[in-house]
């Protein structure tokens, strides 16, 4: 079964930081890409981040989380983490990891790109 698993969602403050894990495992554990969306109550599912997990480390941002948010690999635990600082409440939302196989030097950022996803992990950060 192939499953991707978010971890460390929680409450922080305004500029806290929180870091969140996502596990592949099964056919996920193979992909190439993997990623972070997160979607707030009422909103669309928005795209964070997306980086390679074979190969170089070519990673992609979206702008409003560029500088704040960093996205790293352990290729041999099959994890991506999300170290996200600075937070500020527009950063509240559920976060997901999801995976993908992917053979263009463009890194995807849509939803319909990527195959699995996980369950999601809340982050809540007030002000």
Same mark, same amino acid.
Request: proline fraction near 3%.
């Given at each position: 079964?192939?499953?991707?698993?978010?971890?460390?969602?929680?409450?922080?403050? #305004?500029?806290?930081? =929180? *870091?969140?894990? +996502?596990?592949?495992?099964?056919?996920?554990?193979? &992909?190439?890409?993997?990623?972070?969306? !997160?979607?707030?109550?009422?909103?669309?599912?928005?795209?964070? #981040?997306?980086?390679?997990? &074979?190969?170089?480390?070519?990673?992609?941002?979206?702008?409003?989380?560029?500088?704040?948010?960093? *996205?790293?690999?352990?290729?041999? !635990?099959?994890?991506?983490? =999300? /170290?996200?600082?600075? =937070?500020?409440?527009?950063?509240?939302?559920? %976060?997901? +990891?999801?995976?993908?196989?992917?053979?263009?030097? %463009? =890194?995807? /950022?849509?939803?319909?790109?990527?195959? %699995?996803?996980? /369950?999601?992990? /809340?982050?809540?950060?007030?002000?």
């Amino acid at each position: 079964v192939s499953q991707m698993v978010e971890s460390g969602g929680g409450s922080v403050q #305004t500029v806290g930081s =929180l *870091i969140l894990s +996502c596990v592949a495992s099964g056919s996920a554990a193979g &992909t190439h890409v993997m990623c972070w969306f !997160r979607q707030a109550p009422g909103q669309e599912r928005e795209w964070v #981040t997306t980086t390679k997990v &074979t190969g170089d480390s070519n990673t992609r941002y979206a702008d409003s989380v560029r500088g704040r948010f960093t *996205i790293s690999r352990d290729n041999a !635990r099959k994890m991506v983490y =999300l /170290q996200m600082d600075s =937070l500020k409440p527009e950063d509240s939302a559920k %976060y997901y +990891c999801a995976a993908t196989w992917w053979w263009s030097s %463009y =890194l995807p /950022q849509g939803p319909d790109d990527f195959d %699995y996803w996980g /369950q999601g992990t /809340q982050v809540t950060v007030s002000s």
